[in-house]
């Protein structure tokens, strides 16, 4: 069968998704370099880390609520199922947040877990705390996001990632004002979230009012609830991955010989590699959205490989020559000892590009076949092989941490690709058996 996909098609689909991306990764350095400037920027990078990275991985399960949208808003009688199961997925992490915040169950997180200090551990509370006021914006945005990416018209996500970076900058410089520490990068991400919201629910309210009120004969049956776990449950556990791994070794480096030190390290390190590479994360809606055949598949392959050698370069020239100080010192302002301690892992960044890129095009190309399961199995495998590369701080408690985590975070996505490709294999070998190989 011949597809309808072309290179062109990819393209026109990406671009935008490569500036909202971009931007949005540009508010964690943005918030870095911000908060790098503070008195002690070591526990300041340390506790917005933290708090970020647990936080994040928490309510993680939101991610969903957009690949949910995709696959299943088809009329206007959908919405209100879908919102209350979103709901209903945010709600415990949300808990689970507080109980951070207002329990010794975030001394035992931040200080025994992650090994923080206590200097770390109170600001990573009240980080914590200002980052969970996030909640319902999650929800709304993958609403209105994955309105906009169902018809395409990804050019409104960036219009609304702009209005986010713009908001970020003013409000880092006059939060300081009256907060400080980590909690001022925390209020300023939240801001910046709200901000884009508000326009990207502008955009889609128009997309919303087309779409079929779904009383018509024949229309498409809003799913259950039933329908939604089984769907969303391997994407809950892949997505949590993401963090996940993140989670996994920021534990590990806190038992290194200077956690804060290695933990603040490994925030810049992820928040850089992140700003580089993290457009690869949308291959997953490009694939879903566009591949509607096996002979789609070919310009998305092709198109892949367009993405890891742009992406690969930028990170190869920009941690490879003397642009490396201007990134480190100029725009991050980091003293030398974490300057120093960040830069064996930069080094490694450009072979991020292929890692991320491979792992996103097959968890997109399983999402839309709505062949979902395994995606619970590759984001465990993620984890689990992070998770054993960073024990290499147990051996060696004196090793680079921040490379360590690096090179955990890379073999994650690797280990995830070859699973997924494997079984993306297997499946369309069922198919052609079976007489389905279109």
Same mark, same amino acid.
């Given at each position: /069968?011949?597809?309808?996909?072309?290179?062109?098609?990819?393209?026109?689909?990406?671009? +935008?998704?490569?500036? /909202?991306?971009?931007?949005? /990764?540009?508010?964690?350095?943005?918030?870095?370099?911000?908060?790098?400037?503070? +008195?002690?920027?070591?526990?300041?990078l340390a506790a917005f880390h933290v708090a970020f990275t647990l936080y994040f991985a928490l309510s993680s399960s939101t991610e969903v609520c957009a690949v949910l949208t995709l696959s299943y808003l088809k009329t206007k009688?959908?919405? #209100?199922?879908?919102?209350?199961?979103?709901?209903?997925?945010?709600?415990?992490?949300?808990?689970?947040?507080?109980?951070?915040?207002?329990?010794?169950?975030?001394?035992?997180?931040?200080?025994?877990?992650?090994?923080?200090?206590?200097?770390?551990?109170e600001q990573a509370k009240t980080a914590t705390f200002i980052l969970s006021l996030s909640a319902p914006i999650l929800i709304t945005r993958s609403l209105c996001f994955g309105l906009i990416l169902m018809h395409q018209r990804t050019i409104?996500?960036?219009?609304?990632?702009?209005?986010?970076?713009?908001?970020?900058?003013?409000?880092?410089?006059?939060?300081?004002?009256?907060?400080?520490?980590?909690?001022?990068?925390?209020?300023?991400?939240?801001?910046?979230?709200?901000?884009?919201?508000?326009?990207?629910?502008v955009f889609a309210q128009g997309l919303?009012?087309?779409?079929?009120?779904?009383?018509?004969?024949?229309?498409?049956? +809003?799913?259950?609830?039933?329908?939604?776990?089984?769907?969303?449950?391997?994407?809950?556990?892949?997505?949590?991955?993401?963090? #996940?791994m993140v989670t996994v070794i920021s534990i590990f480096l806190g038992l290194s010989a200077n956690p804060d030190l290695a933990l603040a390290a490994f925030s810049i390190v992820y928040g850089l590699v992140s700003l580089l590479m993290s457009p690869m994360r949308n291959l997953v809606s490009t694939a879903q959205t566009l591949v509607k055949t096996?002979?789609?598949?070919? +310009?998305?392959?092709?198109?892949?490989?367009?993405?890891?050698?742009?992406?690969?370069?930028?990170?190869?020239?920009?941690?490879?020559?003397?642009?490396?100080?201007?990134?480190?010192?100029?725009? /991050?302002?980091?003293?030398?000892?974490?300057?120093?301690?960040?830069?064996?892992?930069?080094?490694?960044?450009?072979?991020?590009s292929a890692a991320w890129a491979y792992s996103a095009l097959y968890r997109g190309l399983l999402a839309g076949a709505r062949n979902t399961t395994m995606l619970a199995a590759s984001g465990l495998t993620r984890v689990g092989v992070a998770a054993l590369i960073s024990t290499t701080t147990l051996l060696f408690v004196t090793a680079n941490g921040a490379a360590i985590g690096l090179v955990g975070w890379m073999a994650g996505y690797a280990a995830e690709a070859g699973l997924l490709a494997f079984h993306l294999k297997c499946l369309d070998a069922r198919r052609r058996r079976a007489g389905m190989g279109s």
């Open positions: /069968m011949t597809g309808n996909v072309t290179l062109g098609t990819a393209y026109r689909f990406f671009v +935008p998704l490569i500036f /909202m991306t971009e931007l949005n /990764m540009i508010s964690k350095s943005v918030i870095n370099a911000a908060l790098a400037r503070s +008195p002690d920027q070591n526990v300041t009688r959908a919405l #209100g199922r879908l919102l209350r199961f979103m709901v209903v997925i945010v709600v415990l992490p949300w808990i689970i947040a507080q109980a951070l915040v207002f329990t010794s169950l975030g001394d035992w997180a931040f200080g025994g877990l992650f090994g923080a200090s206590a200097a770390v551990v409104f996500i960036t219009y609304a990632t702009c209005v986010r970076l713009g908001s970020l900058a003013v409000s880092l410089v006059f939060l300081p004002e009256i907060l400080s520490g980590a909690a001022v990068g925390a209020a300023a991400l939240v801001i910046c979230m709200l901000l884009e919201t508000m326009v990207a629910l919303f009012r087309n779409l079929p009120s779904g009383a018509e004969p024949g229309a498409e049956t +809003p799913p259950n609830f039933r329908q939604q776990w089984r769907f969303s449950w391997p994407l809950m556990m892949n997505t949590s991955a993401e963090m #996940g096996i002979a789609d598949r070919r +310009p998305i392959f092709l198109f892949t490989l367009h993405l890891i050698g742009f992406f690969g370069l930028i990170g190869f020239v920009l941690f490879h020559t003397p642009l490396e100080r201007y990134v480190l010192v100029d725009a /991050m302002g980091l003293k030398a000892e974490l300057r120093s301690y960040c830069a064996p892992a930069l080094k490694l960044a450009f072979l991020m």
